[in-house]
Structure formats: C-alpha cells, structure tokens
T-cell receptor
C-alpha cells in the first residue's frame, strides 16, 4: 500500500479564499483523523471519522472549518474563508481500529494564508 | 483539562549513550499511549503503542513503559545513533475518545 496520501503538499492562498485539503487513507482502515500542527499549539486533533461517520469534531476551531468523508477512500478538510492564523501543517492519519491499532500519518499539507 | 507534557523539550547526547524521554499525563483513564517520531518536514511515524492493560512494549533498541497510576510513560533508547535524531512525541487516547499529543522532545545524537 502507498500509505496515507495527502494533496496538495503545499498550498499558498490569500486571506478570504476557500481552501480544500484532500486525504486518501490506507485501504481497509476504518478510522480517519485530521490534525493541525503549529509551533505555538503543537499537534491538535481536529476531527475523526469511523466508517465515514464523524465521531468527534470538538477540535474543529470554528465554523469556517468543515470536513467530509463521502466514501471510505477519500476525505476533505475545507476552510472557508481562510485567515492568516490558519497557516499550519495539516496532517491526515488513518488506522484499523481506535484502541489497539497505531495511526499512520500522511506527509502533511503545509498551508500558508497571506 | 486533560494534558500531556513532555520534558525535556530538547536533548542532546553523544552517540552510543542510552537515554530516556519522559511523558506525563493528567488522567489515568486512558485506552492507550503511543510514541511517535517526527523527522523535519515529515509526518509522524508510530514507534510503540502501549495499551492501558500493558506495562511496557519493546521494539529493537526502543522500550516504552507505562505507569497509569502515576500518569507517566518513558521511552528508553539504547545505544543511540545519529539516525535517531528527530522529535519524539507521545500521544494519549483517553477513555472519552479524546486524543492529546505532547509538545515533543527534540533529540540530537552527536556523532
């Protein structure tokens, strides 16, 4: 398997624009996670899905952020409108289970909002 | 608030030394604790996962221990190598299905 795939790897946009980040989990994994990493706040869980259903979105910072998982092989994280403080590295991860299985991380998307 | 703390924030050791990284958490109601490695500009790689019922896990030169009662975990790296240089993060899954990551320990192994 190719591992978790994220696109784009880098995104530069202007404040107010819509940004969509994409993730393809490892085939057969039932859980998908979206994280954000910044120097100030470290790594934060934004939302996770089980079998395409959002389970916990308490980490989503505000209504400007939304995530979807229309099928088992694809998820998106959308920011609309984007703000400079959204600049961060966004990681997607997937795992077979929640309690006994490790998470496999993608390479991340580095987002810069000007 | 459920927090995860890692001390020290940075560590520099000469090659060949054994070393210990520390992770503390505030609530003993956990499902598991994981140790990850992150290289600059890369994603995280899982090193070891310790379930709540376990005391330790080993993989090669790595050994991780878990003491729920004291809210502590350690990652022991034996005979350190320059290739071990990276940031090491611990992550706790609490029984409320909440994940929290520590801020990491940046390790430099000097040849």
């Amino acid at each position: 398997d190719a591992g978790v795939i994220q696109s784009p790897r880098h995104e530069v946009t202007e404040m107010g624009q819509e940004v969509t980040l994409r993730c393809k989990p490892i085939s057969g994994h039932d859980y998908l996670f979206w994280y954000r990493q910044t120097m100030m706040r470290g790594l934060e869980l934004l939302i996770y899905f089980n079998n395409n259903v959002p389970i916990d979105d308490s980490g989503m910072p505000e209504d400007r952020f939304s995530a979807k998982m229309p099928n088992a092989s694809f998820s998106t994280l959308k920011i609309q409108p984007s703000e400079p403080r959204d600049s961060a590295v966004y990681f997607c991860a997937s795992s077979l289970g929640l309690v006994t299985d490790t998470q496999y991380f993608g390479p991340g998307t580095r987002l810069t909002v000007l | 608030k459920q927090e995860v703390t890692q001390i020290p924030a940075a560590l520099s050791v000469p090659e060949g030394e054994n070393l210990v990284l520390n992770c503390s958490f505030t609530d003993s109601a956990i499902y598991n604790l994981q140790w990850f490695r992150q290289d600059p500009g890369k994603g995280l790689t899982s090193l070891l996962l310790i379930q709540s019922s376990q005391r330790e896990q080993t993989s090669g030169r790595l050994n991780a221990s878990l003491d729920k009662s004291s809210g502590r975990s350690t990652l022991y790296i034996a005979a350190s190598q320059p290739g071990d240089s990276a940031t090491y993060l611990c992550a706790v899954l609490y029984t409320g299905n909440q994940f929290y990551f520590g801020t990491g320990t940046s390790l430099t192994v000097i040849p």
